[in-house]
């Protein structure tokens, strides 16, 4: 039996269109998934994604809408019922936030960052979970990264919606389980998308991530999507509520 069989499941990836997510929406797709992809914005983007979903021999569904607005989650869920009719897999992994320092961050900018980083996998498990079947399984995986659980300059509102983030994913695991759905969250290392563009230190960070990893390169965000298919395969069927970190062994370091 090939325990990555994915073939004819469903998936939605939000932030799908771009960067890591989109890595993920192509990974899904060329293992048979049909994958529904959210974004925000930028519809070219989201439109050629969906296009390479197709070309891959997947079907494809595009779902914009902000995340951290429920009456949105509600508008996605109908589009996924009418057009999939279920869900198997449902990666939280669209993020956005304020980069300041602590003591420049107003209460606008930290409701924007948790929102969005945080709550969302709250709305969006609700909406999920009632489609995903209990004799086949389902699969939330929840992208967050290092600084959950270290500083990072600049990164207080999002750093601290990353462990919101990672403490949600086990409390949803706890619930979860029982239903048979796995709730994991992946950690990443500095993956080169355009997020980083909005980093005062871009280029330090690059740099110093590049020398440091004990890999020897970057995170690329297809090292991502391959953990994504891992904690979304019988391969880690008693895996619930972890946070794995794919960063080439950067955070080992002291
Ligand atoms: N890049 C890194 O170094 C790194 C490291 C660790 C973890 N991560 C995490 O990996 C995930 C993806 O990051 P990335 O670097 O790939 O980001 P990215 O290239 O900036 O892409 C962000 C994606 O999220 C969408 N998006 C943003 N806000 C949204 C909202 N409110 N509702 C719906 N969609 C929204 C964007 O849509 P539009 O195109 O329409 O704007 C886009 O598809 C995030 O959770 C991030 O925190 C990134």
Known sequence: MDEMNMKGRFALVTGGSRGIGRAIALELASRGVNVAINYLRNKTAAMETARAIEEAGSRSL???????????????????????????????NAASGVLKSALELTERHWHWTMDINAGALLGLVQKAAPLMKKEEGGWVVAVSSLGAVRAIPHYAAVGASKAALESLVRHLALELAPQGIH????????????????????????????KRTPAGRLTAPEDVAKAVVFLCSPMSDMVHGQTLVVDGGYSILA
């Open 62 to 92: 595009l779902l914009k809408g902000n995340v951290a607005q429920r009456d949105h989650l509600d508008r996605l869920f109908e589009r996924i019922e009418s057009e999939f009719g279920r869900l198997d897999i449902l990666v939280s």
């Open 183 to 210: 709730v994991n969250a992946i950690s990443a290392g500095v993956v080169e998308t355009d997020a980083l563009k909005f980093f005062p230190e871009r280029d330090s960070i690059l740099e110093n991530s590049r």
